[in-house]
């Protein structure tokens, strides 16, 4: 078999009038009953057609696959409240491209939708953006400490500056918190324990996405 050195790749777009059937269909329903009705006049056709024109030039396809989405327009926009708990690294184009993507295919509501967005979040935009911070809490001695590193917007992790990993924090406690260098923000956070590479600190979604304002709003000017 031949090997491919070309990818081609044609994109259409159709705005469809529907009957009002079709955008009470979930998501799934909805692409299964449009790739029923294109069936294989369309998507094989299409494909044998493209093979005829391009043998005229002496191209062939190796092989070719086809991607079928619908989304309805007409479907309520999701709350921003939404959009930010499931990517609070997320820029606001980026949470209104993140509305866009997600509308009338989202689940309709509770753990499934947030995990659908969080989903979608993280293929937008799958980069650690992070910002300094200092952790301030109790060492495993009792000692208050204030430890440098950086806090990772997209997951919540924190990973402490070189010269600070070698501290034990108490696991578990209450007035853990993170202070974000240049920001108002002060983030509650969890110390689960202590490795080799430092002390694992996190600080929850929910905690992030309430302070995403000013995170995102510092994090950019660092760009």
Do not use: Y
């Not at 924090?169 to 490795?195: E, K, M």
Request: with cysteine; aromatic share 2%.
């Amino acid at each position: 078999m031949a090997r491919a050195n070309l990818k081609l790749s044609v994109e259409f777009e159709f705005d469809l009038d529907a009957p009002e059937a079709f955008l009470q269909a979930s998501h799934e329903k909805l692409c299964k009953a449009m790739q029923e009705l294109l069936g294989n006049m369309v998507l094989q056709g299409m494909p044998t057609v493209t093979a005829k024109q391009l043998g005229k030039a002496g191209v062939t396809i190796v092989s070719h696959h086809h991607h079928l989405d619908v989304v309805s327009t007409a479907a309520v926009a999701l709350p921003r409240e939404a959009l930010v708990a499931a990517g609070p690294h997320l820029t606001d184009e980026e949470l209104e491209q993140l509305s866009r993507r997600t509308a009338g295919r989202a689940p309709l509501q509770g753990a499934e939708l947030a995990r659908f967005l969080r989903r979608h979040a993280l293929t937008l935009v799958p980069d650690f953006r992070t910002l300094p911070c200092v952790v301030v809490g109790k060492l495993s001695s009792g000692r208050d400490a204030s430890l440098r590193g950086r806090l990772n917007l997209t997951n919540g992790s924190v990973v402490l500056d070189e010269q600070d990993r070698h501290n034990r924090l108490q696991p578990n406690q209450d007035a853990l918190r993170v202070d974000v260098s240049g920001t108002p923000a002060s983030l509650r956070a969890t110390c689960a324990g202590n490795t080799l590479s430092g002390p694992v600190i996190e600080v929850a979604l929910t905690e992030l996405a309430v302070h995403r304002d000013p995170l995102v709003a510092a994090w950019q000017q660092t760009g």
